[in-house]
C-alpha cells in the first residue's frame, strides 16, 4: 500500500483521536483554565509519541513553568539527517462561548469542516505528524527529535529560554514547525517570512478619583478622552499603523494575497474598507500593524454621569522582518508619550516581544518539502508571509544556524485560529501528513 493509501485508511479514526484531544483545555493561563488540563494534554502526547519509537520521550520544565514534550528516534544510523519536529499542545482560550456555532472544546463536523478550540492551532498539526509516522511505520530513514510545547500562545518564552540553555538537546539539520498553513484549502504553501511583535499595556491618568460630569466636565481632563486620543493617533485616515519612527512603506515580493479571497477569510461586511494604501500582502506581512487588544474603562451598563480619571489599553505591535523588536517597542513607546494630550500622566509597560523572521529558501530541505507538497496537493507550493510572531523560530535561528527551517501546517485562512468558531478541513490534516512523510523520504535521498 503507498503512503497517499495508508494515511487516507489512518484518517478513518483519525476524527476521534482528534475530538479526544480537542476536548483537553489546553489554555496555559491559570487564570481562566485548571493547570492540570495542560498536564492532560501534555501527557497525551507524550504517550501518542512514545507509541511511535520515541522511547525517550519525556517532558522538561521550561523556565516559565510549562512542560514540553522531549523525545527523539534513531534511524538507519549517525550518517543519517536528523530532523526535528515541533508543534505546541497549548491552545487559545475560547473568547465569546455564545460566537461559536459548536461547543469550543468538542470537536464538531460541519460543512465538512471540523470546528473546536486547537483543531487547526496547533493540534491538528500533532495529528498530521503523528499519522505521517503511522504511514511510515518502521522504516523512517531519518534521525528524528521532538518538542512540543505546552505555553506558545501565551508568549512567555518557556522553550526558547530552555532552547538556548540546552542547545544539544534538539539541535538538527532541518526544522520542520508546523505552526502555520496553506494559501487556502488545497494550495500548499512554505511560509518563509514571520512579522515580529510587541504587547504593551497603556496607563493613562489624569485624576485621583471620579468627579460628577456636570460640576466638573468642561474643565477637568478625561483620561478616557485622552487614551481615545492616544490611540487614534497610531493610525491615519486610510488605516495605515503611523507609529513615528515605523517604516511603513515596504513592500511584499512573493504570491499575491488576492483581496477578494482576503475580504472573504476575514468576513469583511459588505462597505466595509480595507486600511492601508498597499496592496493586502504589502499590510499584513511586509509593513508594521498596531491592534488594540482591550480597554479598561467604565462599561455602558452600570456607567455613572462621571468623568473617567484612569484608563488603559492593550496593543499588539506587530513589525515586519528588517525591524528589531527593541527599536520597536521604544518606537512605540515613545510615541505614546508624546500623543498624550493635557499633560495626563502616562506608563507604558512592556508585555512582550519577540523578534521577526525570515528564513532562508533554496537548500535541499526545502527542495525536499516542494516536491512532497506537490505530489501530496496536487499543485506546486507557494512561498507566503505570515503575520504571527513565533519567537522561537529566532531562537532556532541563532542556535542552530546551519540549520534549515521551514514553516508550514494546516492553519488556512478560513481555520479562524485564535477566534471563535476555529476549524480545520480535515483534507488538510491529511495532504500535511502525506507531504510530511513524502518529506523525510525524499529528503534523507538528498542527503545521501
Not at 517597542?329 to 512592556?350: E, I, K, N, S
Not at 496537493?377 to 532556532?396: D, E
Amino acid at each position: 500500500m503507498d503512503l497517499h493509501s495508508r494515511i487516507a485508511e489512518l484518517m478513518r479514526p483519525a476524527r476521534g483521536e482528534l475530538a479526544e484531544f480537542v476536548a483537553i483545555r489546553s489554555v496555559a493561563d491559570p487564570r481562566q483554565f485548571p493547570p492540570e488540563e495542560c498536564a492532560k494534554a501534555a501527557q497525551w502526547v507524550l504517550g501518542k509519541f512514545a507509541e511511535l519509537g520515541f522511547s525517550d520521550a519525556r517532558l522538561e520544565r521550561t523556565p516559565d513553568g510549562s512542560d514540553a514534550v522531549v523525545g527523539s528516534r534513531p534511524g538507519p544510523g549517525p550518517d543519517a539527517p536528523t530532523v526535528l519536529l515541533y508543534a505546541h499542545y497549548d491552545v487559545q482560550p475560547p473568547l465569546d462561548d455564545a460566537a461559536w456555532r459548536t461547543r469550543p472544546f468538542e470537536l464538531t463536523e460541519a460543512d465538512g469542516r471540523w470546528y473546536g478550540r486547537g483543531a487547526a492551532d496547533c493540534k491538528g498539526n500533532i495529528l498530521a505528524q503523528l499519522l505521517a509516522l503511522r504511514a511510515l511505520g518502521t522504516d523512517v530513514p531519518v534521525n528524528l527529535k521532538l518538542v512540543v510545547e505546552g505555553s506558545e500562545e501565551q508568549g512567555t518564552g518557556g522553550l526558547e529560554a530552555f532552547v538556548a540553555a540546552q542547545p544539544e538537546l534538539l539541535r538538527a539539520d532541518t526544522i520542520l514547525v508546523c505552526d502555520t498553513g496553506n494559501a487556502a484549502v488545497g494550495v500548499p504553501a512554505a511560509t518563509v517570512t514571520l512579522r515580529g511583535m510587541v504587547n504593551v499595556v497603556v496607563k493613562v491618568e489624569a485624576m485621583a478619583s471620579e468627579l460628577h460630569s456636570g460640576m466638573f466636565g468642561g474643565a477637568a481632563p478625561d483620561a478616557l478622552a485622552a487614551l481615545i486620543l492616544m490611540l487614534a493617533s497610531l493610525r491615519d485616515k486610510q488605516g495605515n499603523t503611523t507609529v513615528t519612527g515605523l517604516d511603513n512603506t515596504q513592500t511584499w515580493t512573493g504570491a499575491a494575497y488576492p483581496p477578494e479571497q482576503f475580504r472573504s477569510d476575514a468576513g469583511l461586511l459588505d462597505g466595509v474598507m480595507l486600511l492601508g494604501d498597499g496592496s493586502v500582502s504589502d499590510m499584513i506581512w511586509a509593513r508594521p500593524a498596531v491592534t488594540v487588544l482591550g480597554v479598561d474603562c467604565p462599561r455602558v451598563t452600570g456607567s455613572t454621569a462621571a468623568i473617567v480619571p484612569r484608563a488603559a489599553a492593550r496593543l499588539n505591535l506587530r513589525i515586519p522582518p528588517g525591524v528589531a523588536a527593541e527599536d520597536a517597542h521604544t518606537a512605540l513607546a515613545d510615541h505614546l508619550r508624546a500623543a498624550a494630550p493635557w499633560g495626563v500622566h502616562v506608563t507604558v509597560d512592556l508585555e512582550a516581544m519577540g523578534s521577526p523572521f525570515q528564513a532562508a529558501a533554496g537548500g535541499p530541505a526545502f527542495e525536499a518539502m516542494g516536491a512532497s507538497m506537490h505530489t501530496a496537493y496536487g499543485r506546486p507550493m507557494v512561498t507566503l508571509g505570515q503575520g504571527g510572531s513565533i519567537p522561537l523560530c529566532n531562537v532556532f535561528a541563532d542556535t542552530y544556524p546551519e540549520a534549515e527551517i521551514i514553516l508550514l501546517g494546516v492553519e488556512e485562512p478560513a481555520a479562524l485560529i485564535h477566534a471563535p468558531n476555529e476549524s480545520v478541513h480535515p483534507s488538510e490534516i491529511s495532504a500535511l501528513a502525506e507531504s510530511l512523510a513524502l518529506f523525510l523520504q525524499r529528503y534523507a535521498a538528498l542527503r545521501g
